[in-house]
């Protein structure tokens, strides 16, 4: 058996598989991300470290003595700053967090081969970027730290006592050389960032990281010295987990962010500078992300600021008709990334009238969501890469009502495989890859629930095209300051 283990943002996700390809066990546990000032998002790596002990106990049951080998997935381009024992110096900055959008300027020091290197537009929430703010904003802690990791990376490091990193999440760093493959020791350098910190790199599979020291073991209920493979990104997971492999297929991964990434055997550039190129959890592989910053995070925001349960939203919000009656919604919560890369954009519900109720103000967030995945895939299409099906993923496309929205505002048909869990799902085979039981990703199969556009529809074209003109007519309003 082999545990895949997820560290999502808003929760940890951990899947059981056996080597026959079966999924023999599933458990999730949640925690916060918190914003303790405008535009900042951290959560406190003892909250993951709770959760996962949650997670891992409820998946394995008492399979214990089954368990080959464990692999992390996890969130990308967050940091944790830690001692040389891994303890954490502060919460971990995340994704989402924004705070570090006025040092973007410092990469504007960096030469075009640098910044061919890095390969990405430049965008607030990178592990790079937060760095530079905290040697700006904390400089004591800066100093201190011994290790800087990623989310998933430090688990790791917690689970084994070894620190390492590997390619898939090190690609979202904006610190490392996408083609070539390593550190980008002279960005770091011209940004005169300590080097010192960075772990060194491991294959995402093909070795082992490390064994479950006794504590760790003790705390998950595992057994001691149980290998732990590297593992990948989440989204690099999930596009081995729900078996995207072949380039021009298309994969639509909807959590607290949302993905559309299209697989690479080469490293393809985005020349409007719109989408994200990474590194793949196989090596000599990449895949193009047009990144939508706010998914779950902004409907799970509106749902909570509304008093709803999800069942709630599904009777109430989807009684309203398309198109919402003249309200439009800017899910920018936490700015924006794919198609505007605006770390200071914001949130709006915009066109409110007296007919507008609270089912309104839910089905607006809903519908702006798709429409920024509407964005997001378009970008990808200017890329090269026409999808005429998105392959789903993710706890945020489950729901049969939520998927004909989006396939109707996406105008493509999506088809579901029977995993959910895709990120936890490839971590387990990177498990099995590492200690040899599995070669490559292993098939999905449909779920049977594959959804078809309905025939373009007039009210959701015009709200398409009020949401489309809404960020143009605001974006001065945003850069106004608070
Ligand atoms: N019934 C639902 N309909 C739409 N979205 C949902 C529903 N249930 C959960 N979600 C969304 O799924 C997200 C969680 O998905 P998950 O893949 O676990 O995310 P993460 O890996 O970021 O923690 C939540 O942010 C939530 O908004
Ligand atoms: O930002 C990106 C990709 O660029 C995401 O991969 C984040 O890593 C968040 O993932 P989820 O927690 O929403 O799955």
Redo the contacts with the bound molecule.
Sequence with gaps: MLLGIDL???SVKVLLLDTDGTVVGEASSAYDVNAPYPGWAETNPEAWWLAVAIAVQKAVKNRQVEVQAIALS????GVVLTDAEGTPLRPAIL??DTRSSEMLPQYDVLDSSMRSQLANPIAA?MAGASLLWLRKYEPEVYARARWVVQPKDWLRLRLTGKVAAEPSDAS?TLLYDVVSDCWALDVIAALKLRSDWLPELLPSSSSIAGNLIPEAASHLELIVNTPVIAGA???AA?ALGNGLIQPGTVQL?V?????IITPRSQPIVDSYGRT?L?RAALPHQWYT?A?I?N???ALEWVKGVLGYTWEQVYAEAFAVPLGCEGLTFLPYLTGD?TPHLDPLARGAWVGLGLHHTRAHLMRAALEGVAFSLKQGLDAIAATGVTATQLRLA?GGTLEPMWQQLLADVLQVSLYSTTVAAA?ARGAAILAGMGIGVFQDAIATQSSGQNTTPNNPDSSLEAAWQRYQSLYPSLHQWHHLGD
């Design positions: 999502g943002t808003s996890g969130q990308m381009h994704w989402a929430g979202g990104a989440d989204t999930a991964t959590g607290s962010a949302a993905q994200h990474y992300l990144a910053q998914a779950g995070l990334r993710g990120s």
